[in-house]
């Protein structure tokens, strides 16, 4: 089985390698290690999207079993999207679970994950916290979600309200990382996001 | 105003009636939604295609087209014996038996086959009904309101 695997994964990589989205450079992937069982993909983030101008990383896993089960991907680059863990970079997508189907590609895969950025999907969400803003708070969700590609991904898009932010935590001694996600997870609100770290 | 009433089926309550509460509840949660997320998604993979469907698969031989099988993603060469599924989709023999014996959809274009699983034959009726009965509610009010 690991044969057919790893056989698979050269061809769909040869193949990707001519795709227009790569030559394009919207999307990227290259090899971990020499027996095809992991990979590193890249994926641009959307134009007229918070992620614009971003680079994300994705950690991709071969099973085995590829391709009768789906591969095993995450986010390596932290972002803040409903249904991706801002924490882990877990990601639920469909076809990544129980809709896989034998005949799609790491191709097609990253292409989905792109669309996924266009249109977050909160009602099936990953991060329930980023999904709430999402619903309930559109400007403040597109704000935060720049910001982070603006850290975390490379995006030009600099959002200064939440910088400054970000730096009075630190002033008070607080890790910059720790000090965002509260940040965000709390509408920016600068007192109720000490308060949690603190309380 | 009494038409009004009448033509909607309601009715003034009687002396020392009470409203049919659980009625509203009930009204409450289909208007909520609730009711559609109680026939949701099979919660996983479906079935395996059965073992009849499977073994009626016709077996073609390949002529001189040089596709893929989107299986493997090998070149499918003229001479090679092929499985041709219902919706004409082509695979290797045993990439294809490998995944029917995971689950019961056409890898290419989910085309589904029937499978010896009752549960899952059951699920699939009752999606089917109410997608029908939703279809025959849009038709109504469509003609009501056109």
Wanted: aromatic fraction near 8%.
């Amino acid at each position: 089985m690991a044969n057919i695997a790893a056989k698979r994964i050269k061809r769909e990589f040869k193949e990707i390698m001519k795709s227009e989205e790569v030559i394009g450079g919207s999307i990227k992937l290259g090899l971990v290690n020499e027996n095809w069982t992991e990979l590193k993909g890249e994926i641009a983030g959307p134009v007229d999207t918070p992620y614009e101008g971003g680079t994300f990383l994705l950690e991709i896993k071969v099973p085995e079993t590829y391709p009768f089960n789906p591969p095993k991907i995450r986010f390596l680059t932290k972002i803040w999207h409903p249904n991706v863990s801002s924490v882990t970079g877990a990601i639920c997508l469909d076809i990544l679970k129980d809709q896989w189907a034998a005949a799609l590609t790491l191709r097609t895969v990253l292409l989905s994950l792109q669309a996924l950025l266009s249109a977050g999907e909160p009602n099936d969400p990953q991060d329930a916290v980023v999904a709430k803003q999402f619903r309930e708070n559109p400007r403040l969700f597109t704000m935060t979600a720049r910001h982070w590609t603006n850290v975390y991904a490379g995006g030009p898009n600099i959002v200064h309200e939440c910088n400054s932010k970000v730096q009075r935590m630190l002033d008070m001694g607080i890790d910059e990382h720790q000090a965002r996600v509260a940040l965000s997870s709390y509408d920016w609100d600068l007192e109720r996001a000490t308060e949690q770290l603190f309380g | 105003m009494a038409g009004y009433f009448e033509e909607m089926g309601w009715r003034e309550l009687g002396d020392g009636e009470q409203p049919n509460h659980l009625l509203h509840f009930a009204r409450f949660l289909i208007d909520s939604g609730l009711d559609r997320s109680g026939a949701a998604e099979w919660p996983s993979l479906p079935p395996p295609a059965s073992k009849e469907a499977v073994k009626k698969l016709q077996d073609v031989i390949i002529e001189n087209q040089k596709k893929g099988c989107p299986i493997c993603l090998k070149n499918l060469e003229a001479g090679e014996k092929v499985k041709k599924m219902p919706c004409n989709h082509i695979f290797h023999p045993r990439c294809i038996l490998t995944w029917l014996d995971k689950t019961n959809s056409c890898p290419f274009c989910r085309h589904e086959m029937p499978t010896d699983d009752e549960n899952y034959e059951a699920y699939k009726k009752a999606k089917k009904r109410a997608e029908q009965s939703q279809n025959d509610l849009d038709a109504l009010h469509n003609s009501m309101f056109s």
